[in-house]
């Protein structure tokens, strides 16, 4: 298809160097989340990993700070199995235990690309953005039989040769991937696996958006075993026994704050060579729930520090290995008055097969260039260790539709045409015509109003000047506060902003602020929440590109919180237009 060239008369380049063709808003989604490597002493490892063969694809996104330079990628095995960079040309090589080979120079040496790296016996092919990449390598057979342990941008015999950059959504296949399906990972982000290749072929999954922490979730299909724990919803008091601080009751468990008060099961026989993953949610907390996980205060602790830890309010997860397991057969939380009165539920224990541990390198998001990432994919995010802020990861999508590896729920707002927002990520629309509104306008979108989220005075749609102030803007000033604003020149400006009810919280609201010329006004889920006449006869035409999920402040703030169908329009909906729009996806969004 031809670039339509004659829709509007505004030059290719209307700001700046804005290289998008006139006549269309083309968007770019701003994650770019990756664990980030410095290239001197950072690393990821991983213990435990079997696979058997010669043939194999390594997928994965990778964005270098420095390609011209002697590092590694991927290491693995004895003898050794190596992707990396070698001197001269922004070489990407393959080391095959007797050799080095090269695919070819990296011209794009800034960008994040995807790579595909597929290893059939004797042959290597490397892909890059779904098409394939430099010379097909004739190579000596790798024997994946041998591997037990693979590091991450560093070299397995142990320290140097440290990659620098950013990778995320490492993945290995016991099979040569065809280029459609290279490809289709590619063009698909949201998917584990491409059409065609079964689930048990994924032996290694590292989303490595995990935030600054040490652990990185195995997310492959066996990487977890069965559920450990019975009852773990509380819909009825069977197999928990309780002290009289707990209560259970409507799908809970509750915690009083008067005393120390034990939650227990028996029988769970956990074994100290093995690795486990614990998952709850908590709620109710007026502060905090402050809690020991394990057999007995003073005695033995699943948890890291063998004391009580602080846990608030939403999903919590706590990692068991090694020392911390000793021979407890108990599943036990304690309460304590030190924190508040809460509740717990949804708790999950389940085997980890094998995870990364996160050596040095931490968590970046919104960098670099646009990147489709899996920020579209409502992910379940989970602190390790008494909700720390600096050891989070996104426990991995199940392949299971509509469950993750852990079987907790999550939603795929991909497919609802959302954006995931996590207060970091957002999306620009490049500046143009059609946005150059100057009489009546229409904002409109769906947003996910979660009393767990943070707001802060985040944009939801946003053409905002930070320095003149003229703009058109809706945004929420926390999660139950939306205000829209309009501005004709930086004195002349004007607002309605409303709350929203307790029975709206925790879900999709369908939000349109309409500007008549003479009128602004708020529709809340069809009906009109706010109006007010103004003395605005104009609004101004900034510059500045229009943001999706963030406005522009001297220190940007993006939004956490899905959003679905954000939309523009250059003349105001009627009350009737703002009904159709709200019943033709409340289904949908509900």
Known sequence: MGVITNLISKPFNPRGNDQSPKGFNRAKLYSGKA????????????DGFTMTGNTATLSFCLKADDWDANSFIFAAGT????????????????YDSSSWKTFGAISDTTSTNFFSIVFNGTSAIAYMNGVQFGSVLTITPINISSVADVKLMAQYSGGGLFFNGQLSGFKIFNTA??????????????????????NTALKLWLPMQEGAGTTAINGAPDALGSELVINGTFDSA??????????????KASYDGTGSGKLYQTGKNLVATKKYILTFDVSNASTYAHMWIGNEPGSNSYTASNTYQTYYNGT?????????????????????????????????????????????A?????????????????????????????????????????RDLLGNLFTNVRKQGALNLDGNSWAEVHDNASLDIT?????????????????????????WDEVSKQSYLLYALDYNTYYFFISSNGSNNDNVNFNLDSADENKYNHFVCVYDGSNITMFKNGNVAVTKTTAL??????????????????????????????????????????QRNYDAGKNIYS
């Not at 664990?35 to 991983?46: K, Q, R």
């Not at 003898?79 to 393959?94: A, D, K, Q």
């Not at 390790?384 to 996104?394: P, R």
């Open 35 to 46: 664990l980030d490597f410095d290239g001197t002493n950072d690393e990821l490892s991983l």
């Open 79 to 94: 003898p050794e199995i190596v992707l990396g960079s070698t001197t001269g040309g922004n070489n990407l090589s393959f």
């Open 177 to 198: 991937l065809t280029p459609a399906q290279v490809a289709d990972l590619y063009n698909f982000p949201e998917k584990i696996v491409p059409t065609g290749v079964a």
């Open 238 to 251: 069977a197999n928990w026994v309780h002290s009289a601080q707990y209560s259970i009751s409507s799908g």
């Open 316 to 360: 919590n997860a706590v990692l068991f290995e090694g020392a911390n397991i000793g021979t407890e057969t108990t599943l036990a939380f304690w309460g304590s008055t030190v924190g508040s009165s809460f509740s717990i539920d949804n708790i999950s224990l389940k085997e980890v097969a094998n995870y990364g541990t996160i050596s040095g």
């Open 362 to 402: 931490t968590w970046q998001h919104g960098i670099g260039t646009p990147v489709a990432q899996t920020a579209v994919i409502n992910w379940n995010k989970l602190k390790l260790e008494g909700g720390s802020t600096t050891n989070e990861y996104l426990v991995p999508q199940g392949l299971t539709s509509g």
């Open 439 to 463: 009489s009546a306008i229409t904002l409109e979108a769906w947003v996910y109003a979660d009393e767990f989220s943070d707001m802060n005075g985040a944009g939801i749609i946003a053409k």
């Open 537 to 578: 006869s104009s609004l101004y035409v900034s510059e500045k590109v229009l943001e999706i999920g963030r406005y522009d402040l001297s220190t940007p703030r993006a939004i956490e919180a899905p959003i679905a169908q954000p939309r523009i329009y250059n003349r105001a909906l009627t009350a009737e237009e703002v």
